[in-house]
């Protein structure tokens, strides 16, 4: 039987992945949960819902960070691949 055949490997992995599961979506569900309260530096978990959502996306820091995001992302992008095709063709010379 093909799937049990790496059983040993799968458990030996088991421990891995809970706890990359805990630290990994407990953490992101606990900064959620963290964004929807009132808390400055300290945690207190005063439920507000998403006013705090709402107070950063009317803030013109918000729209400017979000136009550098794209910015930065298609000049990154296109770096990357001029980069790579300058490269590809530099490895492919024949000398």
């Known amino acids: 039987m093909p799937l049990f055949r790496n ?3 799968m458990i030996a992995l088991l421990p891995m992945i809970v706890i990359s599961l805990t630290v990994f979506v407990g953490c992101i569900i ?4 963290y964004s929807l309260t009132n808390s400055k530096l300290v945690p207190v978990m005063n439920y507000v ?4 959502y ?3 996306f ?3 820091k918000w729209d400017v960070a979000v136009e ?3 910015i930065y992302g298609f000049v990154f992008t ?3 691949l001029v980069i790579g095709f300058l490269l590809a063709v530099l490895i492919d010379q024949k000398n």
């Open 30 to 33: 606990y900064s959620f949960v």
């Open 78 to 80: 296109i770096g990357c």
């Open 49 to 52: 819902g998403f006013d705090q």
């Open 58 to 60: 009317k803030q013109r």
């Open 68 to 70: 550098n995001i794209f």
């Open 54 to 56: 709402e107070r950063l």
């Open 7 to 9: 059983i040993a490997s």
